[in-house]
């Protein structure tokens, strides 16, 4: 007579409540892990961003509690000139910065992916902008774009070009030009190697194949590198518009806004309103209106995204 197999009883878990759980169910375990990040997150950047919204619907000053008075500070800087500047301002240096520190980034990743000598030394020296503190890069712009003791006037001055100090800070469209450069001086590194980490992941048979097939160097851009590269495009200049688009302390350490509030952006003039004119309610509006404008690059960003994962085939998981 042939043996049956008896099946055994599973073993039971003896544990009980939230440690068994720890110990048998992964999910559990991770979120235990979040919990720490999530309580950072809600005190550090959820509560202040709520605070900042309800702040903007009344009219609290520094000093005394204000009472809630709905749309009213909305509505008064809807008659701002001075708010509506900011955001012209605001939105040209985002774009003009966030342009030139893609192509300027995106040429330094495709250079230093090359084989060169003395490539890992011409990498490191690319960060330095990035790691240098703002507030110092800031004043040393603030020294070479000076009236008076500019580097840059004092070598034209030398060459016979210029017969006068060139007033680069006190001139509006000099101004924007001069905090416009400082931004894309500083962005670029960020740009570059994080491109250029995208750039170590391409697979070197995609060129060789298309080389073989008579490819040219814009056509290995074009097809292979391009492509590629689109999803951690979409993702870094996701982040440098971002950075870009709430820029406060190169701006305050240069210029303060001026002159005549021609580089004042909403972040400054919501800074100035807030804190130095003590208009709490104010302030707390004006940076509340740069929601939409963030909420906006993010969507663009995420429906680049979903959008090519829909041309491949892939799943919107």
């Not at 500070?73 to 701002?80: I, Q, S, V």
């Not at 890992?120 to 000076?146: K, N, Q, Y």
């Not at 994080?194 to 097809?223: C, H, I, K, M």
């Not at 707390?284 to 995420?302: C, G, R």
């Amino acid at each position: 007579m042939a043996d049956v197999a008896i099946p055994r009883a599973k073993p039971q878990m003896t544990e009980a409540g939230a440690w068994a759980q720890l110990k048998h169910n992964r999910n559990w375990l991770g979120f235990w892990f979040m919990v720490p990040a999530m309580v950072f997150l809600i005190f550090f950047l959820a509560y202040p961003l709520g605070l900042g919204i309800w702040l903007s619907f009344t009219d609290t000053r520094i000093g005394r509690a204000g009472q809630f008075i709905a749309f009213e500070n909305y509505e008064w800087l809807w008659d701002d000139s001075i708010f509506w500047l900011s955001v012209f301002n605001t939105l040209l240096y985002t774009f003009v910065a966030s342009a030139f520190k893609f192509g300027i980034g995106l040429y330094l990743a495709l250079l230093l992916n090359e084989h060169m000598p003395f490539k890992a030394m011409l990498r490191a020296m690319v960060l330095i902008p990035f790691i240098v503190p703002t507030v110092l890069s800031a004043l040393a712009f603030w020294w070479i774009f000076d009236s008076q003791f500019s580097i840059i006037s004092w070598s034209l001055k030398q060459l016979g070009l210029i017969n006068q100090n060139i007033n680069f800070l006190g001139d509006t469209t000099w101004a924007r030009i001069c905090v416009i450069f400082a931004n894309i001086w500083r962005g670029v590194p960020f740009v570059a190697i994080t491109l250029l980490a995208g750039l170590q992941t391409v697979s070197p048979s995609l060129y060789e194949a298309a080389t073989l097939d008579g490819a040219t160097r814009w056509q290995n851009f074009r097809y292979i590198t391009y492509p590629l590269l689109t999803p951690i495009i979409a993702v870094v200049m996701t982040f440098s518009v971002l950075f870009t688009f709430t820029d406060f302390q190169l701006i305050w350490a240069m210029t303060r806004g001026g002159p005549v509030n021609a580089t004042h952006l909403m972040a400054t003039l919501s800074y100035q309103r807030a804190i130095i004119a003590g208009q709490l309610g104010e302030g707390a509006a004006i940076s509340s209106a740069m929601i939409p404008f963030l909420l906006a690059a993010i969507m663009v960003s995420w429906f680049g995204l979903q959008r090519r994962k829909w041309q491949q085939g892939e799943n919107n998981d």
